[in-house]
């Protein structure tokens, strides 16, 4: 994906060049913050072992509880991944290294590239590692290869566009605090959604918001497709609204990232 740039010297470094950099220079840093991953990937496990071994025996006394939710823990567990991105962003807008990156012949937005890719790829090994948990625990999927292809492009998708949302709060934020604090709210939309209960068990007026917000069709999606069900129009809701959020954030980080770093 191109970085959306900011007036920097002449004969810059190539965009696919400032890219890579800036990509290694994140995944360095995820890799050296081996708490935060860590919680990524066991804050989500502990939800799904809490929801299977405690709830679920009231919510299905039939067992097949951990076929229903682990979809909702996989996208809990995207969204919390991602959150981190709106700090990382915020730190670097804050301690004033793209001050010293627009003084280098490349283009300095490329570090929001950066982030958003190593969260993607962050956030892509810690949902392999959930949904071996869940095997463990009795997550049995009838899917074959192509089915498994769907589900893992649609997390993937949904991935990428919480991620560019969460680097747009970043950027919107005063700093990484009030980063940390803006995107915590996102973290409750799949609570408000059939991730971990179905919506017609919900009150009327809350089943209208729980049907018609994205990550309802997203999870109704990679809920049909380990099973090998048609997820129907659920996917073509499900692709539009992360279509739909990647580009309206990309554009909000490109107009804000250009507002706040023209001004440095």
């Given at each position: 994906?191109?970085?959306?740039?900011?007036?920097?010297?002449?004969?810059?470094?190539s965009?696919?060049?400032?890219?890579?950099?800036?990509?290694?220079?994140?995944?360095?840093?995820?890799?050296?913050?081996?708490?935060?991953?860590?919680?990524?990937?066991?804050?989500?496990?502990?939800?799904?072992?809490?929801?299977?071994?405690?709830?679920?025996?009231?919510?299905?006394?039939?067992?097949?509880?951990?076929?229903?939710?682990v979809?909702?823990?996989?996208?809990?567990?995207?969204?919390?991944?991602?959150?981190?991105?709106a700090?990382?962003?915020a730190?670097?807008l804050?301690?004033?290294?793209?001050?010293?990156?627009?003084?280098?012949?490349?283009?300095?937005?490329?570090?929001?590239?950066?982030?958003?890719?190593?969260?993607?790829?962050?956030?892509?090994?810690?949902?392999?590692?959930?949904?071996?948990?869940?095997?463990?625990?009795?997550?049995?999927?009838?899917?074959?290869?192509l089915?498994?292809?769907?589900?893992?492009?649609?997390?993937?998708?949904?991935?990428?566009?919480?991620?560019?949302?969460?680097?747009?709060?970043?950027?919107?934020a005063?700093?990484?605090?009030?980063?940390?604090?803006?995107?915590?709210?996102?973290?409750?939309?799949?609570?408000l959604?059939?991730?971990?209960?179905?919506?017609?068990?919900?009150?009327?007026?809350?089943?209208?918001?729980?049907?018609?917000?994205?990550?309802?069709?997203?999870?109704?999606?990679?809920?049909?497709?380990?099973f090998?069900?048609?997820?129907?129009t659920?996917?073509?809701?499900?692709?539009?609204?992360?279509?739909?959020?990647?580009?309206?954030?990309?554009?909000?980080?490109?107009?804000?990232?250009?507002?706040?770093?023209?001004?440095?």
């Amino acid at each position: 994906m191109t970085t959306f740039g900011v007036t920097a010297p002449s004969r810059r470094v190539s965009g696919t060049a400032a890219a890579a950099v800036f990509i290694g220079r994140s995944v360095r840093h995820s890799l050296r913050n081996v708490e935060a991953l860590t919680m990524a990937i066991a804050l989500p496990v502990m939800l799904m072992l809490l929801f299977t071994f405690v709830f679920g025996g009231a919510i299905d006394s039939g067992g097949d509880y951990v076929d229903y939710v682990v979809p909702g823990i996989i996208l809990l567990c995207a969204g919390f991944g991602a959150s981190s991105t709106a700090v990382d962003v915020a730190e670097d807008l804050s301690n004033g290294i793209v001050d010293r990156f627009r003084t280098m012949p490349l283009r300095a937005a490329g570090v929001v590239t950066g982030h958003v890719v190593a969260s993607l790829l962050r956030n892509l090994l810690a949902t392999g590692v959930v949904i071996g948990v869940a095997l463990a625990v009795g997550f049995r999927p009838s899917a074959k290869v192509l089915e498994w292809s769907g589900a893992l492009a649609v997390v993937a998708l949904f991935i990428l566009a919480i991620t560019w949302l969460y680097a747009a709060i970043g950027i919107a934020a005063a700093n990484p605090t009030a980063a940390s604090g803006y995107g915590f709210a996102l973290l409750f939309l799949p609570y408000l959604s059939s991730a971990f209960v179905p919506t017609d068990t919900m009150p009327t007026w809350l089943q209208w918001i729980a049907e018609n917000q994205p990550i309802t069709p997203i999870i109704e999606t990679i809920r049909a497709f380990p099973f090998g069900r048609d997820p129907g129009t659920d996917l073509w809701w499900a692709s539009g609204w992360c279509a739909l959020i990647i580009v309206g954030a990309y554009i909000w980080a490109a107009w804000l990232f250009r507002r706040k770093a023209g001004r440095r």
